[in-house]
């Protein structure tokens, strides 16, 4: 038996809904095969600091530390749950 026949023979075998996701699947196969998706930009990025990314943020205070981040997230949710009694 033919991959062909084979998979007719097991795709009629299905109830219609799932015929029609194996139509809509072979779809999106056929899809991805003729599609071309550009995942690089045309021109490259120029190398970017820190100060680049996060200068624009005008944060005048003095740095925090991951740890500061997180006790201020920890106060704010123990708050949050205080004001719900």
Known sequence: MS????????????????????????????????????????????ATTLDDV?????YQGTAKTIQDMDNAIRQGVEESWHDRS
């Open 3 to 46: 991959t062909e026949q084979l998979l007719l023979e097991k795709w009629r075998s299905l109830p219609l809904d799932k015929q029609q996701e194996v139509l809509d699947f072979v779809e999106f196969l056929e899809f991805r095969q003729t599609s071309t998706i550009l995942l690089k930009p045309k021109k490259s990025f120029p």
């Open 54 to 58: 996060a200068g624009c943020l005008k």
